[in-house]
């Protein structure tokens, strides 16, 4: 298992980096937090002010220095891992579909015999 993985695109200028959260190493924009909902009265007609969201980070693009956003990706070694995992499974696969089919070629085979030797045996 892997750090959680994040790729950094600048819509401005085309930048794209996928990097483990560590090593991220860009100046973060400070983002103020946004409220979910407006204030609203409970049963006691008291004011709830819900709680604020914590907006997704914002990295400084490096190249052109616009913001840009950090999106959650998964690890790249963990695809290429459940890449080969697939691979194999779909070898297997095909490998048993294969012992499958000759089985059920002999399996025709000594059946086709057999019926013709019933045949013949009838013709007496
Ligand atoms: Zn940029």
Request: charged share 40%; net charge positive.
């Given at each position: 298992m892997g750090k959680q993985h994040h790729k950094l695109h600048c819509?401005?200028?085309?930048w794209t980096r996928v990097t483990d959260s560590e090593q991220l190493g860009l100046y973060e924009v400070k983002r103020s937090k946004i409220q979910g909902r407006i204030p609203y009265l409970d049963e006691n007609n008291k004011t709830v002010v819900p709680k604020f969201k914590k907006q997704p980070p914002k990295y400084r693009c490096p190249k052109c220095g616009r913001g840009m956003k950090a999106t959650k990706v998964p690890n790249p070694q963990e695809k290429i891992d459940r890449y080969h995992q697939e691979k194999a499974a779909e070898e297997q696969r095909k490998e048993w579909e294969a012992l499958e089919e000759e089985a059920r070629k002999r399996y025709e085979k000594v059946k086709e015999e057999y019926e013709k030797e019933q045949r013949e045996l009838d013709g007496y």
């Amino acid at each position: 298992m892997g750090k959680q993985h994040h790729k950094l695109h600048c819509e401005i200028c085309n930048w794209t980096r996928v990097t483990d959260s560590e090593q991220l190493g860009l100046y973060e924009v400070k983002r103020s937090k946004i409220q979910g909902r407006i204030p609203y009265l409970d049963e006691n007609n008291k004011t709830v002010v819900p709680k604020f969201k914590k907006q997704p980070p914002k990295y400084r693009c490096p190249k052109c220095g616009r913001g840009m956003k950090a999106t959650k990706v998964p690890n790249p070694q963990e695809k290429i891992d459940r890449y080969h995992q697939e691979k194999a499974a779909e070898e297997q696969r095909k490998e048993w579909e294969a012992l499958e089919e000759e089985a059920r070629k002999r399996y025709e085979k000594v059946k086709e015999e057999y019926e013709k030797e019933q045949r013949e045996l009838d013709g007496y």
